[in-house]
């Protein structure tokens, strides 16, 4: 048998490879070939000399992030902040995509597509001149319309940070649940009906068929969506942490996180190498705990490991 060339092997596969390139091109632009700038991390950058002729100072940069005294701060920050919002933003988006589940074929079509899209409009809201609208001492609706209701004293929300942890909490959870949500009911409307009529048969409740198929159905995706967060666990959302807080020098010890803290580092110094050491930094950090989170699930359950 003639052995074929490789055009003749891969020609119908020619479309599919041509609609890849635009995606690869991306790939290759915004997260490959910027890897190249690793080396200002170990660099003290002088404008006029250019990257490669700046003198290299070793670890110097990454000394930064280890020995100021807000290292534990910061650091705490992130990582405490982010455990919180994937475990209740993971339950919250679960709950309603389930109460969304259970709602289907009880209203109207129209109302029910409403219904969907609520949590992911109100989502789209959350922004920090929302929350300063809620939250400013003079003019702010909570100080105004609620505390002022019963008669409570207005509160200077950003001269108080024992507040703080539950506001970016729940500004957080507000912000990024319907968008979670809307992933898990696209996975629940997925999993196979007959598996409820099957339950349903057997005698199972309606509690018992969330617990028993519902839940387990979400169950790859659970892992997948929890996963990639924990990749991410020590960065922080700039907005939420900079921004909602008004930058208030009486909130840092609860509102500054790795991210917040290097940039003002950055504004204050212009240190390019300190503020790359960190993204450096965060990237290793994130991989290892992917890595080790993804081991850990393969030793439960080989399918539902990313890898």
Request: charged share 15%; glycine share 6%; hydrophobic share 50%.
């Amino acid at each position: 048998m003639k052995k074929q060339s490789f055009i003749s092997r891969h020609k119908r596969f020619f479309p599919l490879y041509l609609m890849m390139i635009p995606g690869m091109l991306y790939l290759v632009i915004n997260n490959y070939i910027p890897m190249g700038g690793i080396i200002i991390a170990f660099k003290q950058i002088n404008f006029r000399k250019g990257i490669f002729q700046s003198p290299w100072v070793e670890l110097s940069n990454f000394k930064y992030l280890f020995t100021t005294n807000d290292a534990y701060i910061i650091t705490r920050n992130t990582i405490l902040y982010n455990l919180v919002f994937i475990i209740l933003g993971t339950a919250m988006a679960i709950f309603i995509a389930i109460m969304l589940n259970e709602l289907k074929g009880k209203l109207s079509k129209k109302v029910y597509q409403t219904v969907i899209l609520v949590p992911y409009l109100i989502s789209m809201v959350v922004v920090s001149y929302l929350v300063n609208a809620m939250l400013a001492t003079e003019t702010g609706f909570v100080n105004n319309s609620i505390l002022g209701l019963f008669g409570a004293e207005a509160v200077s929300w950003y001269s108080e940070p024992k507040y703080w942890p539950f506001i970016l909490v729940i500004v957080n959870l507000w912000k990024n649940f319907g968008y979670q949500s809307i992933i898990y009911y696209a996975t629940v409307v997925g999993l196979d009906a007959g598996l409820y009529e099957a339950a349903a048969i057997d005698g199972a409740t309606r509690w018992q068929r969330i617990v028993h198929v519902t839940l387990p159905g979400l169950r790859p995706t659970i892992i997948t969506l929890t996963l990639m967060s924990v990749g991410r666990i020590f960065y922080s959302d700039f907005g939420l942490f900079y921004q909602v807080p008004m930058d208030s020098g009486p909130l840092f010890d609860v509102t500054n996180t790795i991210d917040t803290y290097v940039y003002r580092g950055l504004m204050q110094s212009n240190n390019i190498g300190m503020s790359s050491a960190a993204g450096v930094y965060q990237s290793i950090v994130g991989c290892l705990l992917v890595l080790t989170a993804n081991f850990v699930v393969r030793r439960f359950s080989k399918d539902d490991a990313l890898f």
